[in-house]
């Protein structure tokens, strides 16, 4: 199915459920290019005079560019100087130490967030760690406690999984009611990479963890001293303990030299600048786990520990950033976004583009992995009406995104985390996109 | 089997064929804590005095880190100053626009290079492009000519897919017998991505390609004006325009904005800066084919198009500038490397630790995609003693990677592209590690 799943993405753009769409659609891009030219992907186009120009050499050609040793590490393009992180006065109340970054979302394509826009949430600054003073301290209910350098840590066999990292509070910027206008400041608390590391079981069963231990203390070594609790079976499970991100060392905001990466689990318990775990009969009840990151329910009454990141979707083409511009009555468009989950693998996901009366399962693009993200896909021929586009995605635990009015039946209205209802777009007939929340 | 690779890779690092071993050790890796700890993936360790006060706040936790918004798009840790690409005086002649910077192989883990790291290679320096001044022509054989804008190009739908590219000039640099004794003046004209663009075929059944198209013209507009010659055959298959490269805009040393992507194929074909598609009926035989990138035989002929990047492995763990430092006898280790073929898959990957007398098929782990890197992994204990290890990758269209002896023989002793021999490491008695070449 790797290779399946490879091909499947090629042109399989359409619905499974609406056959007949699906069938038309498919025959239009792969096999019919006269159906696809009265389709209007793009429509005819005249060359024009300075069009012809184009076989002639272009102004940046006409000199030799930069030299190829001028950035020995590379940077973008100085016209991409607007694809960056941001930071919002209303989530951080002029407070930049112990706030977040926000990724660009509507500037990205594919499963993988470079690590430069990678997203970033820090409770007392990004620590600055010299590796060579590096120390990693395994104690506790363990039969071999031992403190590593981190040349010791990487002797371990390393793995390389592709996952996300969300913050528990993405999304809860205006989940009741339209506050941004804008994809980065609504979703963008959340950042997909490839992560390089050791699997936290081939430390345990190398240093012998004793059957007593049931649970692990994770504290970072920033200003915050961040502290989690984890249950030993996650610790057990798919747990890492990571040093590479998307080939290289982590960045210093993710944690350099190491973190723990709890796959699909809040995004603060995957704890930065990691110094010490510790196992334990009983959690810890730190102020990270009692204060803050605890899941209001409706009846006002928290829930300490609640791990994983719930089923979710989001429509990230079109968005506010990205509108649909100069699109013509009967142009085919395609709408797409991410889909993911930190419970298992998404199965499906549906659109809806009247607000939620007709849905249509549309077809997943590229790989398919568990707690990753994962793109989803589906064209249209712009009618030049206006619409409510909405997705919601269902995963293999069997978990499915909940309406808001869903929601707040389940968890009230005065939480901020773990907020994932259905929420969409309203495209306007001239293509201009704005945010608006969906009852029902 | 996307999940049953991505299960896989967990520990199951051992041979297929040499089931003793591979059941002695996944036994011992999976299941058994005190057989691990017997076999000292790490030695135990005794709590130092400074160790101690890792429970203390450390001295970079004392004051508050960077402000979450110092770096709007981020950038490594001052520490890892080191891993940057590097040029050669022996590869460039002192000209550093028509010349390649070689990616940090050795810094690498996963199959993702990121963004500041992937490997450059330009014939006229690195342009920059305006991409609103950015035009694409699409002429030729083809029924409705058109100049795209790269909002226009951006309207097709999209797909992200992994691929290496690889110059075919990689590995030339002492083939015939140690030149440098270094992983990244090696191997480094090669790095791995996550694309983001078009199908060409997506575009040319749109735009509707004549019957009596046969050969397809990429031109570049930088101050080289690259031009390559590409058969139909691979235009219509997995060929790409893209433009975006792991999740954001490509880098100008990359093609800003827009690039040619011919999946496994030379990395010159994959014109940067792309102006222009013109469809014939014959070849243009442009400078770039026939001054350079030819492949000689060994009866001192030349092969005028030759395309796809052959089978190859390379053992990036342990290298020159990756020793084994610190082992003592009994430790057991991992040996790790890239396997890549522009013909296919991998299916499997043979490591010799005694110069190719013996060899051992070893596992390969992570994702495993067509025309990516995908990564191999074999633990041995560590005997202190000196030995030459070596990989060799087969791939699914039946290719191997050949000796350098039997290389020869095919390809004669002049020519520097293509050459894809079995190349490995001696690994002396104190860990260190040299360039050595195995004839057989």
């Given at each position: 199915m790797t290779k399946a799943n490879v091909d499947s993405l090629d042109l399989s753009l359409q619905s499974k459920k609406d056959n007949t769409r699906r069938n038309f659609f498919r025959k239009t891009v792969l096999y019919s290019a006269s159906a696809l030219a009265c389709a209007n992907i793009l429509r005819p186009v005249k060359l024009k005079a300075d069009d012809l120009a184009i076989t002639e050499q272009a102004k940046w050609g006409i000199k030799l560019g930069d030299k190829v040793d001028k950035y020995p590490y590379g940077i973008p393009s100085p016209y991409e100087h607007n694809n960056i992180r941001r930071v919002h006065d209303l989530l951080s109340s002029g407070d930049r130490y112990a706030t977040v970054s926000m990724s660009p979302?509507?500037?990205?394509?594919?499963?993988?967030?470079?690590?430069?826009?990678?997203?970033?949430?820090?409770?007392?600054?990004?620590?600055h760690i010299d590796p060579s003073k590096y120390r990693l301290m395994i104690h506790g209910l363990v039969k071999k406690p031992l403190v590593l350098t981190l040349d010791?840590?990487?002797?371990?066999?390393?793995?390389?999984?592709?996952?996300?990292?969300?913050?528990?509070?993405?999304?809860?910027?205006g989940w009741?009611?339209?506050?941004?206008?804008?994809?980065?400041?609504?979703?963008?608390?959340?950042?997909?990479a490839e992560w390089t590391g050791v699997r936290l079981k081939t430390i345990l069963d190398d240093l012998g963890l004793k059957a007593s231990a049931k649970w692990m203390l994770a504290e970072g070594s920033d200003n915050s001293e961040m502290a989690r609790t984890i249950p030993i079976e996650k610790a057990l499970d798919d747990a890492m303990i990571v040093w590479g991100q998307n080939g290289e060392a982590l960045r210093p905001e993710?944690?350099?030299?190491?973190?723990?990466?709890?796959?699909?689990?809040?995004?603060?318990?995957?704890?930065?600048?990691?110094?010490?775990l510790e196992f334990s009969k009983k959690p810890w009840h730190s102020k990270e786990e009692t204060s803050k990151y605890t899941m209001l329910q409706a009846n006002g009454k928290g829930i300490n520990f609640f791990w994983p990141m719930e089923v979710n979707s989001i429509i990230?083409?079109?968005?506010?950033?990205?509108?649909?511009?100069?699109?013509?009555?009967g142009d085919l468009v395609e709408i797409s976004g991410i889909a993911w989950s930190g419970r298992g693998t998404i199965k499906?996901?549906?659109?809806?583009?009247d607000g939620g009366k007709n849905w249509t399962e549309v077809s997943l693009k590229g790989l398919v992995l568990p707690k990753a993200w994962t793109r989803f896909s589906y064209i249209i021929k712009w009618d030049a009406k206006e619409k409510i586009i909405i997705s919601r995605a269902i995963d293999d635990s069997g978990h499915i995104q909940p309406s808001i009015d869903k929601l707040i039946q389940n968890v009230g209205v005065e939480g901020i985390y773990h907020r994932n209802p259905i929420v969409g777009w309203q495209v306007k007939s001239n293509g201009e996109v704005n945010n608006v929340h969906i009852r029902s």
């Open positions: 979302l509507h500037e990205q394509e594919g499963i993988i967030t470079p690590n430069g826009l990678f997203f970033s949430r820090s409770h007392g600054g990004t620590a010791e840590l990487k002797r371990y066999p390393s793995e390389s999984k592709i996952y996300f990292i969300e913050c528990p509070a993405n999304g809860s910027t009741r009611g339209p506050q941004f206008n804008n994809l980065q400041f609504i979703k963008g608390m959340m950042s997909c993710q944690g350099y030299p190491v973190r723990l990466l709890l796959p699909g689990w809040e995004g603060n318990l995957n704890v930065k600048w990691l110094k010490r990230t083409s079109p968005c506010p950033e990205k509108p649909w511009k100069n699109l013509k009555k499906a996901v549906d659109i809806s583009l």
